[in-house]
């Protein structure tokens, strides 16, 4: 349950959602906007999201609800560490720059926060053991 002013950090998956008025994604969006809570979204995320066609529009309206939180120096570095944490743990090795860089994104937003997201599995793993929580859409 929600109460209260959070931090919600939209993953690929989630902007997606939202640019395509996805009913779950709305029902976030609402959340949010009852508990005074803030919709972020890393700038890597617009990467993985926009891909140069007319569907950027929608992209771009969802983007104008979000704020956009840049890749600095600290988040590059903590997401390095994440991801080189994370990878340890893991039997096969996978790139988790991207999801890396989200979790930090995460962990550097006012908190409480929580990501939210169509597939948690690696965000929960670079997670581990912070206050973020990883939410399904």
């Known amino acids: 349950m929600i109460a209260g002013p959070h931090s919600f950090v939209l993953d690929s998956e989630a902007l997606s959602a939202l640019a395509s008025d996805d009913p779950t994604m709305l029902v976030w969006a609402l959340v949010a906007r009852r508990t005074d809570s803030a919709l972020y979204a890393s700038a890597v995320t617009l990467a993985e999201v926009a891909d140069g066609t007319a569907r950027d529009a929608n992209v771009r309206r969802a983007a104008k609800a979000l704020r956009v939180q840049p890749v600095t120096t600290e988040i590059g570095y903590a997401a390095g560490r ?50 973020v929580r990883v939410e399904a859409i």
């Open 82 to 131: 994440l991801r080189f944490g994370a990878a340890r743990s893991r039997r096969k090795p996978r790139d988790l720059t991207v999801d890396a860089v989200v979790a930090a994104t995460a962990l550097a937003v006012p908190g409480p926060a929580v990501v939210l997201t169509s597939d948690g599995a690696d965000l929960r793993l670079l997670l581990e053991g912070t206050a």
